[in-house]
């Protein structure tokens, strides 16, 4: 039917069909030219020539062709881009995501490029490339295709980091006094500060998609380098319980407090195989009991390992030997992490209302509403709140305290 005369669309469905049965019944090596002569004779058929680059470059993938695969993504870019009233939400992801691997390529080549003496001949070369790699990323960026778009933004924030932080540690030329090395020194980082500044920048534009319901795993990772890069607005961690007390009426003898002690000490340090000798040496004293799963899931936490937090979580909730507000506080701190931020809100606020001196609730409660749901009046009030049960951390609190204000004294004088 693709052959014989008729109507042009009977031939064109009836090649994309033989490919398709191809495919099914032989394996894609046997369709392959198939795909390749639909995207020769019917390139009005966008949809479906888009679908066809994909395979091809999937299976380019598969078979380790790395000059066709890189040449066929090449091409998706292209056509896709040539027709841009034909674009769907499905030819804009795979031509985003094409982007996004192409631009690796440049991003390889700004890496391949140290900075070296003498600094006025290696620099201008290095910072081509860095300009180049930008371009392409911020191609990729123009998708407005999210999972792309923001992992393409902290990409582009990591290389501006990586030149500051080159320049500031190029070499040093020869016979200069110590004097001299320290101006030297300071040139540089007086000369790095401004991409510095551009990284934090960049990630910043990351954070904020959050005011758009834009979550990532792109989006937490520039979250994670502000934690240091800009810590006084973003150096905030949910606090966890490591601490023995909220376990007593769980364990309420002393020498099993003592033990929960060292347990803890573990699950600060993270380490996975102490914590676990140390737990076997707990339940050998205390069969049975339901401090297991509340440990578990703290190290689970401390450590990152969403899953296992869960099942430790869903085992503490079966045992019913701990508070309703306990529960809510533990499934709030997985349902941020999982960005789930209005659940965790409500979780939140459920362990304060069944527990008003609950304190990390309330720190935990204003970081969420600091960071993820940008209400900033909010995130003001529980950390007021957490300061008035808790004054441990209270040099930290009232930094971010001071912060909040000034950006709310700033977003009123704009307005």
């Given at each position: 039917?693709?052959k014989q005369?008729?109507?042009p669309?009977?031939?064109?469905?009836?090649?994309w069909k033989?490919?398709e049965?191809?495919r099914?019944?032989?394996?894609?090596?046997?369709?392959?030219?198939l795909?390749?002569q639909f995207?020769?004779?019917y390139?009005?058929?966008?949809?479906?020539?888009?679908?066809?680059y994909?395979i091809?470059?999937d299976?380019a993938?598969?078979?380790?062709d790395?000059?066709?695969?890189?040449d066929?993504?090449?091409?998706?870019v292209?056509?896709?881009?040539?027709?841009?009233m034909?674009?769907?939400e499905?030819?804009?992801?795979?031509?985003?995501r094409?982007?996004l691997?192409?631009?690796e390529?440049?991003?390889?080549g700004?890496?391949?490029i140290?900075l070296?003496l003498?600094?006025?001949k290696?620099?201008p070369?290095k910072r081509?490339?860095l300009e180049?790699?930008?371009g392409a990323?911020?191609?990729?960026v123009?998708?407005a295709?999210?999972?792309t778009a923001?992992?393409?933004?902290?990409?582009?924030?990591?290389l501006?980091?990586d030149?500051?932080?080159?320049?500031?540690n190029?070499p040093?030329?020869?016979?200069?006094?110590?004097?001299?090395?320290d101006?030297?020194?300071?040139i540089?980082?007086s000369?790095?500060?401004?991409f510095?500044?551009?990284a934090i920048?960049?990630h910043?534009?990351?954070?904020?998609r959050?005011?758009?319901?834009v979550?990532t795993?792109?989006v937490q990772?520039?979250?994670?380098q502000?934690?240091?890069l800009?810590?006084?607005?973003?150096?905030?961690r949910?606090?966890?319980?490591?601490n023995?007390?909220?376990l007593?009426?769980?364990v309420?003898d002393?020498?099993?407090q003592?033990?929960?002690?060292?347990?803890?000490?573990?699950?600060r340090?993270?380490?996975?195989k102490k914590?676990?000798q140390?737990?076997?040496n707990?339940?050998?004293?205390h069969?049975?009991?339901?401090?297991?799963?509340?440990?578990e899931?703290?190290?689970?936490?401390?450590?990152g390992?969403?899953?296992?937090?869960?099942?430790?979580?869903k085992?503490?909730s079966?045992s019913?030997a701990?508070p309703?507000?306990r529960?809510?506080f533990f499934?709030?701190?997985?349902?941020?992490?999982?960005g789930?931020?209005?659940?965790?809100?409500?979780?939140?606020?459920?362990?304060?209302q069944?527990?008003d001196g609950?304190?990390?609730?309330y720190l935990?409660?204003?970081?969420?509403?600091?960071?993820?749901l940008?209400?900033?009046?909010k995130?003001?009030?529980?950390y007021?709140?957490?300061l008035?049960?808790?004054?441990?951390?209270?040099?930290?609190?009232?930094i971010?305290?001071?912060?909040?204000r000034?950006?709310?004294?700033?977003l009123d004088?704009n307005?």
């Open positions: 039917l693709s005369g008729g109507e669309d009977v031939r064109q469905n009836a090649l033989a490919a049965l191809l099914e019944k032989n394996g894609l090596d046997h369709a392959v030219p795909y390749r995207i020769k004779t390139p009005e058929a966008f949809e479906l020539v888009v679908e066809a994909q091809l470059i299976h993938r598969k078979i380790s790395t000059a066709g695969y890189h066929l993504l090449q091409k998706l292209d056509f896709e881009k040539r027709q841009p034909k674009r769907t499905r030819t804009r992801l795979l031509a985003a094409a982007s691997v192409l631009s390529e440049a991003i390889t700004y890496h391949k140290r070296s003498p600094l006025q290696s620099l070369g081509a490339a180049k790699a930008i990323l911020n191609a990729v123009s998708y295709e999210a999972d923001t992992e393409a933004t902290y990409r582009m924030a990591e501006y980091h030149f500051a932080d080159q320049l500031r190029s040093i030329p020869s016979g200069l006094s110590n004097i001299e090395q101006q030297y020194r300071q540089l980082s000369q790095a500060k401004p510095m500044i551009q920048s960049t910043i534009i990351n954070a904020e959050l005011r758009d319901g979550y795993p792109a990772n520039s979250l994670d502000l934690f240091s800009y810590p006084v607005r973003y150096g905030k949910e606090k966890l319980p490591l023995r007390a909220w007593k009426d769980i309420p002393m020498a099993g003592e033990s929960l002690s060292k347990i803890m000490q573990w699950i340090k993270g380490d996975h914590f676990a140390a737990l076997e707990f339940m050998q004293t069969p049975g009991s339901p401090a297991k799963s509340a440990l899931l703290l190290f689970s936490l401390q450590k390992l969403t899953s296992e937090a869960e099942s430790a979580l085992s503490m079966k019913k701990y309703s507000a529960i809510a499934t709030a701190i997985l349902d941020r992490r999982k789930l931020f209005k659940e965790a809100e409500r979780n939140y606020i459920q362990a304060i069944e527990d609950f304190a990390e609730a935990n409660l204003g970081i969420l509403y600091d960071l993820y940008l209400d900033h009046k995130a003001l009030q529980q007021q709140k957490y008035s049960f808790n004054d441990s951390d209270s040099p930290s609190v009232e971010w305290i001071r912060d909040i000034q950006q709310l004294a700033t004088k307005v």
